[in-house]
């Protein structure tokens, strides 16, 4: 079964949610109500990773994140700590992260990795080239997929040597990094390339840009957040048929739907 990671953003920016759960029982309340609509997973990250996105200090993401993360292990959730800093998380784990989610796979920082193989924690190494300030300067492929599978199997490789086994990788072809419009399509629908990889495929669709440049009708839609969650569900149903072995999405509810419709599908 495709598991579920539920979103826990804690700040002030983030393009969907931003500035909701910023205060510290609200954001832990929100991850246990991810977690009772079945989330297997809970992704705590105190640094916005939008397009256009400022830096955080990691003093300030920790300051952000390190309280939530130690409640919701505390309740026994399984914690992921999407972070671009080795700082933010070696004190994730300290604090009871279970998973170290660098959507950079180790190009942000260059103590990532040491870092995370001393800890003992999973590894998620996502698809990269660039911050976010200027990510789509570097949106150029000829063959999209095999080159998003290509850099993967280079991060895998650098993770490798720096002493992290490959069984504690989870790979996550990174869709809206470095990636505009319909590239992300091209990306989905080679994502068999990815999961011929070997490790677990993670997907983040969940209310991204181009799920909202399909279902524009026209200028001046503004896709609600209710019609991005319900592409998002789809998204998540096709992921699951695809291989992906979980899906990071905000609204846990609709994907779970979806995934069990999915599911009785395949019988
Ligand atoms: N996307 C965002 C943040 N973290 N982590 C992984 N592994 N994969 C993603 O696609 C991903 C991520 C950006 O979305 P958000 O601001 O809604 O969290």
Excluded: C
């Excluded at 500035?19 to 029982?25: K, T």
């Excluded at 809970?42 to 955080?56: C, H, K, Y």
Aim: glycine letters at 10%.
């Amino acid at each position: 079964m495709t598991g579920i990671w539920g979103i826990v953003n804690v700040t002030p920016d983030s393009f969907s949610d931003g500035g909701r759960y910023l205060d510290v029982d609200r954001a832990v309340a929100h991850g246990l109500r991810l977690r009772a609509d079945g989330a297997t997973v809970l992704d705590v990250g105190g640094e916005s990773t939008r397009p256009g996105a400022e830096r955080v200090a990691p003093e300030v993401e920790q300051q952000r994140v390190l309280p939530v993360v130690e409640q919701l292990a505390a309740a026994g959730v399984p914690v992921s700590i999407d972070t671009l800093s080795a700082a933010t998380a070696v004190a994730a784990v300290r604090a009871g992260a279970r998973i170290v989610n660098d959507v950079s796979g180790g190009l942000a920082d260059p103590d990532m990795r040491a870092a995370v193989a001393e800890s003992g924690a999973d590894y998620v190494i996502g698809h990269w080239r660039g911050f976010s300030s200027d990510m789509y300067a570097n949106a150029e492929y000829r063959r999209i997929a095999r080159e998003v599978a290509g850099e993967l199997q280079e991060r895998m490789g650098e993770a490798a040597a720096s002493g992290i086994a490959p069984s504690r990788l989870i790979v996550d072809p990174g869709i809206g990094f470095a990636k505009a419009g319909t590239q992300n399509w091209n990306v989905l629908r080679g994502l068999d390339e990815i999961v011929a990889l070997g490790p677990r495929v993670l997907l983040g669709t969940s209310r991204k840009r181009f799920l909202a440049e399909t279902l524009r009708r026209g200028d001046g839609d503004e896709v609600s957040e209710e019609r991005r969650d319900l592409a998002t569900a789809v998204t998540s149903a096709l992921a699951a048929r695809a291989g992906a072995w979980a899906v990071r999405v905000h609204d846990v509810a609709s994907t779970r739907d979806a995934l069990a419709v999915a599911q009785a599908w395949n019988g």
